[in-house]
């Protein structure tokens, strides 16, 4: 989509603070963390939303987006201290950026429920 922010990222036009790429997702730095730890992980192909992938693309989209974050959890050392995981969908949850992306917050302790 060529009006996305992180389509820019995944297509290389804008720079990002990477994590892990392979030819299906990226993850990397939130520019305005949250928490020490700040991941973002995004499909390289634009949907706004998980429910808006369609049910024969579901599996291999959403396989290939967990494997990255995992790969980059593994990398960050969030595997071993602990993480969350939060995907703000909707005006209603925050979300800002229009291309589905998964969070992961780690590095302190993480209040529940986060409110
Ligand atoms: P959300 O509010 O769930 O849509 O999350 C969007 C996230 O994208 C926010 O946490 C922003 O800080 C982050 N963000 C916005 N622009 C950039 C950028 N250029 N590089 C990295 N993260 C960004
Ligand atoms: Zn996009």
Not at 16 to 21: F, G, I, L, M, Q
Not at 50 to 74: D, R, S, T
């Amino acid at each position: 989509m060529s009006d996305c922010l992180f389509c820019k990222i995944a297509a290389g036009e804008i720079p990002a603070d990477k994590v892990y790429e392979d030819d299906r997702a990226l993850v990397f730095r939130d520019i305005s963390p949250q928490a020490p730890t700040h991941l973002l992980a995004i499909p390289k192909k634009h949907y706004a939303a998980a429910h808006e992938i369609p049910q024969g693309e579901m599996g291999a989209l959403l396989g290939g987006l967990m494997n990255a974050l995992c790969q980059a959890l593994k990398a960050s050392g969030l595997d071993k201290d602990g993480y969350r995981l939060v995907v703000n969908s909707g005006d209603s949850a925050g979300q800002t950026v229009g291309h589905l992306h998964i969070h992961a917050l780690g590095g302190r302790e993480l209040a529940w429920p986060p409110g």
